[in-house]
């Protein structure tokens, strides 16, 4: 591995470009290259077995292209395949997730906190943060929620409306989590909507951090790279968007993860597996 190498990100969708976006704001001279696996989405309604083989297959397209890093922008993915793509990847590249960032901030800052969880279906029965923050030993009482309504209404573009925010209502209110200190948005689409979650609570009087994991691996991802002299110093080439199927609203919603135009190459079936 050396430091001019990209690195690769890949989600069942567009919703990874959230993290994309915040691994671009602080590490603005890596190159990436970003796998959107359209043609497969959503992964929170997938089995186990079917997430796992096209987790594995889209870090082998990966490697091909050279990635140091292969970051799995998908909490389905990540509870779902993180333990295969790590032992498929091996030493050739650093292989991070979703969840593990928000972990290990919760082993400094969660003791004694109720913390509550949103996320997708495939996430929220996979127990995996369940299992993880049990694990810390840290007297959290943890509590998640299934929210599928979300992704969808993200994807159309709703969600500044009274609509969404009447969605949003209706799950939050939901009283498993009632006097939560924090909420983890656990699935990448739901930054888009961290604006409307935090109005929602502080409407109600509430105070809840609303953590949000693009950032916490962001920054986890800096401090690899910065540690093992992997970073880059100067930006060497353009970042790529690679989708496995194409049409135009995935086009069009991209600015909305991203916040930019972005140009989207379809990668035929062959050619990624």
Wanted: proline residues 3%; charged residues 25%; positive net charge.
């Amino acid at each position: 591995m050396n430091s001019n190498q990209p690195i690769g990100i890949f989600d069942s969708g567009v919703g990874g470009l959230t993290v994309a976006k915040a691994v671009k704001k602080i590490l603005p001279n890596e190159s990436i290259i970003y796998f959107g696996d359209t043609a497969h989405l959503p992964y929170g309604d997938k089995s186990v077995a079917a997430i796992q083989a096209y987790s594995v297959r889209i870090a082998a397209y990966l490697l091909n292209r050279g990635c140091k890093v292969i970051l799995i922008a998908c909490n389905s993915a990540s509870s779902a395949a993180y333990d295969l793509v790590r032992a498929f990847v091996g030493k050739k590249a650093m292989v991070f997730d979703v969840i593990n960032p928000t972990i290990d901030d919760l082993r400094e800052n969660g003791s004694g906190r109720k913390i509550g969880l949103i996320g997708t279906q495939q996430t929220v029965n996979s127990g995996v943060y369940a299992k993880k923050i049990k694990r810390l030993n840290r007297n959290i009482n943890f509590v998640a929620l299934a929210t599928p309504l979300l992704v969808p209404m993200i994807e159309e573009g709703i969600f500044e409306e009274q609509i969404s925010m009447d969605i949003i209502k209706k799950y939050l209110s939901d009283k498993s989590l009632d006097h939560i200190n924090a909420l983890i948005l656990g699935c990448t689409h739901y930054p888009i909507i961290k604006k409307q979650i935090g109005s929602y609570f502080s409407g109600a009087g509430k105070e809840v951090e609303v953590i949000d994991a693009a950032e916490k691996v962001a920054k986890t991802l800096k401090s690899h790279l910065e540690h093992h002299l992997l970073h880059a110093k100067v930006k060497c080439k353009g970042d790529e968007f690679k989708v496995s199927d194409y049409t135009a609203s995935f086009e069009k919603i991209t600015r909305i993860f991203f916040g930019e135009e972005v140009n989207l190459e379809r990668v035929s079936i062959g050619e990624v597996f």
